[in-house]
């Protein structure tokens, strides 16, 4: 077999939520009458709160041995889709979403435990990560990262330590929006928490998911900061 050292960039093409659409559309984003929140690009299909609640499944357009079998694969109870490069169509334009949200800064698997996660999912569901290395979450304990480049979003990231015990999930959304102030403004300060930093002159806040009844931990984040770099 011929060794590969290079792949393609992977694809977010879709990730199914047991959210109900009046949910998103009550934040601000603007859902179809099929349920289908486009976000960067990335198909956000909420099936409704009747459902399992959370991320259901994820699906992904990448460079794997097996994605021309589009397989379905499950690790530890989180679903994921694959498709070979360039079958799943055009990607999708973010439409108008009147809470300023313009695209996202990343995706975040959170499981059980990441190396098992990740030999699992390496090769098959995605190609390997630029990074995987030990770190510390942010209440100290040992946790450990592993990073993809993505197309549609700043990186896709894999991090342990969050709490999960039984079952991976997929735990976090960061998106991005225009202008934070005036997104916390239509969206309602008594939704989402105080402006805080979320890197070098970068803000985010957290989204309330009982006041707005989200089941995924969602943040909105500045878009980042440009650099006098070439």
């Not at 300023?100 to 699992?120: A, H, M, S």
Request: charged content about 20%; hydrophobic content about 35%; aromatic content about 8%.
């Amino acid at each position: 077999m011929e060794i590969q050292h290079r792949w393609d960039t992977p694809r977010t093409v879709s990730v199914t939520v047991g959210d109900s659409p009046d949910a998103w559309r009550n934040v601000g984003f603007f859902v179809d009458d099929n349920g289908s929140c486009v976000i960067g690009g990335v198909d956000f299909r909420l099936v409704g709160d009747d459902a399992e609640r959370g991320v259901q499944d994820v699906t992904f357009e990448a460079d794997t041995l097996v994605a021309q079998d589009e397989p379905t694969i499950n690790i530890r109870g989180l679903t994921y889709h694959v498709m070979a490069p360039g079958t799943a169509g055009d990607m999708l334009k973010t439409p108008d979403h009147s809470n300023l949200c313009t695209g996202i800064q990343k995706l975040e698997i959170c499981p059980v435990e990441t190396w098992f996660t990740l030999t699992k999912m390496v090769h098959r569901i995605l190609p390997p990560p630029y990074q995987a290395f030990p770190y510390r979450n942010p209440d100290g304990n040992p946790q450990h990262v592993a990073l993809w480049r993505m197309q549609n979003m700043e990186v896709f990231e894999m991090a342990d330590g969050m709490g999960q015990t039984t079952k991976d999930e997929m735990a976090m959304f960061f998106l991005i929006v225009s202008d934070l102030d005036a997104s916390r403004e239509v969206i309602g300060t008594n939704n989402c928490t105080e402006p805080f930093p979320m890197g070098e002159n970068r803000r985010g806040m957290v989204l309330s998911n009982k006041a707005l009844n989200l089941s995924v931990r969602t943040f909105m984040m500045e878009t980042l900061p440009e650099t006098n770099e070439p």
